[in-house]
């Protein structure tokens, strides 16, 4: 479970962040504005702090495997058209659904953790949420600019996002216990047995950690 969580957010971060490229983009079609570039990021930006309005209520949501998922492909779809947006308007409206689907996966990560951690393991494996959440944002720098500089940062962006979207998938065919992933009512501890579509998912998930 907690391998679902943190490798759909790898996907999400290493593959389709393309912060590097911004400038080249910015540069190849909007004639390299400065006010222009400042608004890529704040794009992202207020799209997360719109939809962490919903924060609460969508961190309830009973299918979170299947719902982190859906935002990270969701956010590998709006990178990809922000590759190809022929517009100023469209590419930043873009950017503000991305920025949102990032505030939905964090949400939905960090009560996944939250929720399958055992607490003699939760140190560490806050500690590994960290580690995720910070490194992976280096590494598609790393990705974007690489890729980026063999073909053109558009292609870098586009592919970024196409592979998320595919990788979003390859994660909830192989780890099918992770999109199958349900949270435990809050009713009791016998609460899977109020959500029988997900009565397969909910192993004990803390067994399959080693001990500490």
């Not at 969508?58 to 709006?78: E, F, I, N, P």
């Not at 580690?131 to 063999?150: H, I, N």
């Not at 579509?197 to 950690?209: I, K, Q, R, T, V």
Request: charged letters at 10%; aromatic letters at 8%; hydrophobic letters at 50%.
């Amino acid at each position: 479970m907690l391998a679902g969580a943190f490798l759909a957010d790898l996907n999400a971060t290493v593959f389709g962040l393309p912060i590097a490229l911004f400038p080249a983009i910015n540069a190849e079609r909007f004639g390299g504005n400065p006010r222009t570039l400042g608004l890529f990021t704040a794009a992202i930006g207020l799209g997360g702090l719109g939809s962490a309005a919903f924060s609460g209520p969508v961190r309830h949501m009973s299918r979170q495997g299947c719902a982190m998922l859906c935002t990270v492909a969701v956010w590998g779809a709006a990178f990809a058209g922000f590759a190809v947006a022929p517009g100023l308007w469209l590419t930043l409206s873009l950017l503000a659904v991305a920025g949102a689907a990032d505030t939905f996966t964090v949400v939905f990560r960090g009560a996944i953790v939250a929720t399958v951690t055992p607490d003699q393991l939760r140190g560490r494996v806050l500690a590994a949420d960290y580690v995720v959440g910070a490194g992976g944002g280096q590494l598609g720098d790393l990705e974007a600019g690489a890729l980026g500089s063999l073909t053109s940062p558009t292609v870098s962006a586009l592919a970024g996002g196409l592979l998320t979207i595919a990788g979003a998938i390859v994660i909830g065919l192989t780890l099918p216990v992770f999109n199958r992933y349900c949270r435990p009512s809050d009713s009791g501890p016998h609460s899977a047995e109020s959500l029988p579509d997900c009565a397969e998912s909910l192993p004990d998930s803390a067994e399959s950690l080693p001990a500490p």
